[in-house]
């Protein structure tokens, strides 16, 4: 029927197609009663049947094409979601090396992001914010992902001032991992800390890396400090002189993170 229209009407098939149609309806109003049925069902077969066959074709491609692109939507919110699922498993573990937390034990992890360094302190305390419901206290361990970073003091409802263990009131019971040999962290000046309190007889060597000891229950035990970079024999005295070289880069720090005690353990 389609050959027929364009080779009678060329591009104007459709309006040869309504001629058509008019022309075949008048002739089917002026048939005799028992003429006209016969009539209209043969001109449906002729004219509008191979359309109908179209009409569910594209029907049926339209809800193909709805289909698909509901597919496709599933489909990346899936990639997404395991973009998002690898991402937390990649920062967990990432995590949990870095900070040593399967020796955390139970302790749960606040973070926090850096708002400012402490006007009043600017080369040992920065004012670190929280959330809201955070339930930090004073005296809690503050860590990054290369290692301990300090400790809280003041609070206040969305912000916590932390003490870097560069400050002077900070010391930390630690502990050498290599030989076990035990010691106070503080520092004193420039960019190493001090390993304090190691008799001249306990072996501690350049290299070693010292992490917390636990010991005074403020700082769980196993956080990485830094690096053993030089070790003295006093000329008079009992104690070595130690130094040792931070993990953390006290000018570059950006996420941290607050460790709250369980509270069977608080107190």
């Known amino acids: 029927m389609t050959a027929i229209l364009r080779k009678l009407f060329g591009e104007n098939k459709e309006v040869g197609l309504a001629i058509i149609l008019a022309a075949l309806s008048f002739v089917i109003l002026i048939l005799p009663l028992d003429l006209k049925r016969p009539m209209a069902k043969y001109t449906y077969l002729v004219t509008l049947s191979p359309f109908q066959g179209v009409s569910e074709k594209i029907k049926r491609l339209a809800e193909t094409t709805q289909t698909n692109k509901w597919l496709r ?37 606040i973070p926090g992001e850096l708002k400012q360094i402490d006007p009043k302190r600017r080369d040992n305390a920065l004012i670190v914010s929280v959330r809201e419901d955070h339930e930090v206290a004073p005296d809690m361990a503050v860590v990054s992902l290369s290692g301990l970073v300090g400790k809280t003091t003041h609070v206040m409802i969305n912000t916590v001032t932390v003490e870097l263990l560069t400050s002077p009131n900070c010391r930390v019971a630690a502990r050498d991992q290599n030989t076990r040999t ?75 993170f607050i460790l709250k005690q369980p509270k069977e353990t608080e107190g």
């Not at 939507?73 to 690898?86: A, H």
């Not at 990485?224 to 000018?251: A, M, Q, T």
């Open 182 to 256: 035990m010691g106070i962290i503080r520092w004193e000046s420039g960019n190493d800390l001090l390993l304090d309190n190691v008799p001249v007889r306990d072996p501690v060597n350049v290299g070693d890396t010292v992490i917390s000891s636990g010991l005074g229950g403020l700082f769980p035990e196993g956080l990485p400090i830094g690096v053993v970079s030089e070790v003295e024999l006093p000329e008079r005295g009992f104690f070595k002189d130690i130094k040792v070289r931070p993990f953390v880069d006290f000018n570059r720090i950006d996420e941290l």
């Open 73 to 109: 939507e599933q489909l990346l919110k899936r990639e997404l979601e395991l973009i998002l699922v690898r991402e937390a498993l990649e920062q967990n573990e990432r995590l949990r090396d870095s900070l040593g937390f399967r020796q955390v034990g139970g302790f749960t992890v």
